[in-house]
DNA sequence: ACTATAATTGACCATAGTGGTCAGGAGATA
DNA sequence: TATCTCCTGACCACTATGGTCAATTATAGT
């Protein structure tokens, strides 16, 4: 990467590499086109391959990225002094709606980069990203009160059954808001439905 | 379509069924190449279009046959005389497992049909797809005992709820087991875990 | 055995897309 | 005026695209 690109505006970085995350997440490392990536960000084609060397030093420069900001703004903003499983759950999903809101593509780039085999991941992002596992874990888990299940259920299991059906739910949800832009709709009707069903979650797995 | 098609061998007819729909599941009509279905079908690109008049021909058999498969070989083969609403998605996830043994790539193949804009759906198939969803709906919730969720439970929201949780599961699992041959492999450890988690939802999710 | 027909092939085609280059232009600074 | 940074798109060699077709082989009927 040209030292250069990190003088542009911020506007003018930010275009391109949204471009660049959006074409990788959804087409894989090999399939993406800079073409591609260049009629998005609305640069010329010379405009890139001055900036990046190449397209695998484009990758990886948008992959770091990805990576550091995924500690930064994201991971580092979950409170973790509250004890209460679900309702550390609920936040988890209220700072992920937020960063997806600002930076739409990181989430979804590293799931698929790290999920490909035909992705050229350098060691030390891969080191990121497995450090990042680690830390997602003990941001989930860590500092849980676990006497607040029902007795008569293990909480581990008590723990994933809980996750999947956030899981799920996410899923529907985006699913059903696909193709809308997030951005300029009003989401507190679904923040209110989501809450409704965390109470429920609640009711079952907490003793009365 | 050639009608000659339907005279082959199975065993052929077969070969370039699954090398096309697993082409067009990964990669979209337009990102699929006849090139790569062609090898991995084993025979001769001028037979392909022997078969069939272009891409998109074969597209639109391909496409059906899923359609039709589904109805015969999966949504008539779930027994709907089951009223435990946990039992019935029980045994839902176990036709859909032995589905999915036989015809691995037809599931996927309709996930991303009706879900990309580039792809070129001919009416009947869309019909087909929407009449699916409606009977996929009746399949699941038609002639369900509602009387034996927990009296403080809304029963609209414990179905969900239990609906997310399995298919939360099920996508963890898909994850865990993704690049394996599942054909090969012994899944009961698996089913009996299954199980295990649908006793735990019985428990929190029925009165006593 | 001969013939007619059906089945199969891969070299070939025009076209479009690939990652990457580079001579040159524009604008600022010295 | 000369030098430097930023930026461009025409252009390159190359690969892949969907599709064709003359030629070959297998099958069947007589």
């Known amino acids: 990467m040209n030292p250069a690109f990190m003088k542009l505006d911020l506007d003018k970085q930010k275009n391109i590499m949204e471009a660049a995350m959006r074409e990788f997440a959804e087409n ?3 399939k993406a086109s800079t073409n591609r990536i260049v009629k998005e960000a609305g640069i010329g084609k010379g405009t890139l391959f001055y900036y990046f060397k190449n397209k695998e030093d ?5 992959l770091n990225a990805c990576l550091d ?35 739409p593509y990181d989430l979804s780039l ?17 080191q990121k990203y497995e450090k990042m596992i680690r ?9 849980i009160d676990h006497s607040v299940f029902r007795s008569d259920l293990d909480p581990e299991k008590a ?26 709709i009003d989401l507190t009707p679904y923040w209110e439905e989501f809450y409704g069903y965390i109470d429920e979650l609640k009711k079952v797995f907490y003793h009365v």
Do not use: M
């Open 28 to 30: 894989g490392y090999e």
């Open 58 to 62: 484009l990758y990886h420069y948008v």
């Open 69 to 103: 900001n995924v500690f930064d703004e994201l991971l580092a903003k979950v409170d973790t002094t509250e004890t209460d499983f679900i309702e550390r759950l609920k936040q988890i999903a209220q700072v992920k709606a937020a960063y997806h809101l600002e930076y």
């Open 110 to 126: 590293l799931g698929s980069a790290f999920l490909q085999d035909d992705a050229p991941i350098p060691e030390d992002a891969r």
């Open 135 to 143: 830390l997602q874990e003990t941001i989930i888990y860590d500092n």
């Open 159 to 184: 723990f994933r059954l809980i996750q999947w059906t956030l899981y799920g739910y996410q899923e529907e949800l985006t699913q059903r808001l696909k193709q809308q832009d997030l951005s300029s």
